[in-house]
């Protein structure tokens, strides 16, 4: 069984600084990883994916994200936050040899303060 | 905004009504799942579309059943509606082991 925790219901940063969200995974065997944004009234927009390669992953909107093998881990980064990043941000997680069901963490709301 | 579109945008039923909703794929995708997300919760996976076959499905009862047509179109079909079945409805249209791309959703509130 594959599954995702997003340890934080809410992160809040000032505008300007830097901001992380956290995801921890746990898979079978090995990890697509994506991230998603939410707007209210909205569905999810993708913003990044982790399949192979590097363990830097660069998305929309200026977001990256670091897979981290050994601590089982696909954070979410931005170096300077906007206020129109405020939303509620999903990580997920599908094992390779599953078809292409995803399995999505709670949730995080960002919260951009000016 | 993603190719992938959903009709109706809001619904309102009655408990032990059936419903029917509907999403058009991303132009190429031929793969379309299906996933509820409860008020507070993310997205839980109902089901997998690929060539018109179901194949993959979550936890949810029978009463929740789909159809995927040759221009891989497709429908979320759910009987019997229960009060928690209330809820905002997701389709993603992917090609192979690419990203799931979303539509907007249906909001269905059962009364």
């Known amino acids: 069984a594959q599954s995702v925790a997003q340890p934080e219901d809410q992160v809040n940063v000032a505008e300007g600084n830097p901001l992380t969200v956290k995801c921890t995974y746990s898979?079978?065997?090995?990890?697509?990883l994506f991230w998603y944004v939410q707007y209210p009234n909205r569905g999810l927009q993708f913003l990044l994916k982790?399949?192979?390669?590097?363990?830097l992953v660069k998305g929309s909107y200026g977001f990256e994200a670091e897979f981290n093998k050994s601590q089982t881990s696909f954070h979410l980064k931005k170096p300077s936050a906007l206020v129109s990043d405020s939303a509620l941000y999903f990580c997920?997680?599908?094992?390779?040899?599953?078809?292409?069901?995803?399995?999505f963490g709670g949730g995080t709301r960002l919260m951009v303060k000016p | 905004e993603t190719g992938v579109t959903q009709s109706p945008t809001h619904l309102i039923k009655t408990r032990g009504q059936q419903v029917t909703l509907r999403c058009s794929s991303q132009?190429?995708?031929?793969?379309v799942s299906w996933y509820q997300q409860a008020l507070g919760q993310g997205p839980q996976f109902i089901f997998q579309?690929?060539?018109?076959?179901e194949n993959g499905r979550g936890n949810f009862p029978p009463r929740f059943s789909g159809l995927q047509f040759p221009n891989y179109s497709s429908e979320l079909n759910v009987n019997a509606l229960e009060l928690d079945d209330s809820a905002l409805y997701l389709c993603?249209?992917?090609w192979g082991q690419g990203a799931g791309y979303f539509g907007p959703g249906t909001r269905l509130t059962v009364l």
């Open positions: 993603a249209s992917s």
């Open positions: 898979v079978s065997g090995n990890p697509y």
């Open positions: 982790y399949i192979t390669g590097d363990n």
């Open positions: 997920a997680v599908r094992d390779k040899g599953a078809g292409n069901m995803l399995t």
């Open positions: 132009s190429g995708h031929n793969t």
């Open positions: 579309y690929y060539r018109e076959e």
